[in-house]
């Protein structure tokens, strides 16, 4: 991307033809690492050809749900492993845990 921004892509034969950036961008299901993120938007700032530009604000939005949704499942994993628990020591509390725990030798 950085030399799609700086106009030079056509000049490395890997990257023939040029036109398929968009569409290898567009295949990319999302960021892993978001401190990724950062560079994508700096290739944005170099002025992209408008297919590519597309393609990676199209990725950057992938991204970012895709953060967002394993956030909100680390969330409430953790919630769930909380509550689980509380649950476990308020068992612990109870009357009838103390009469059982003074009963074990």
């Known amino acids: 991307m950085l030399l799609a921004g700086f106009g ?3 000049s490395f034969e890997v990257f ?10 567009d295949a990319v299901e999302c960021i ?17 050809p408008y297919d590519v530009d597309a393609a990676v604000r199209r990725l950057l939005s992938r991204s970012r749900r895709a953060l967002l949704h ?5 969330a409430r994993s953790y919630a769930a ?3 689980r628990r509380i649950l476990r020591l308020g068992r612990s ?7 059982s725990q003074q009963r074990c030798p």
């Open 81 to 83: 492993a909380v509550v």
């Open 16 to 25: 023939e033809p040029s036109n398929t950036l968009s569409e290898r961008v």
């Open 93 to 99: 509390d109870s009357p009838e845990a103390a009469s």
């Open 70 to 74: 394993r956030r909100i499942g680390h």
């Open 32 to 48: 892993r690492i978001e401190g990724l993120f950062q560079r994508y938007e700096q290739a944005l700032e170099l002025g992209l």
């Open 8 to 10: 030079a892509l056509d």
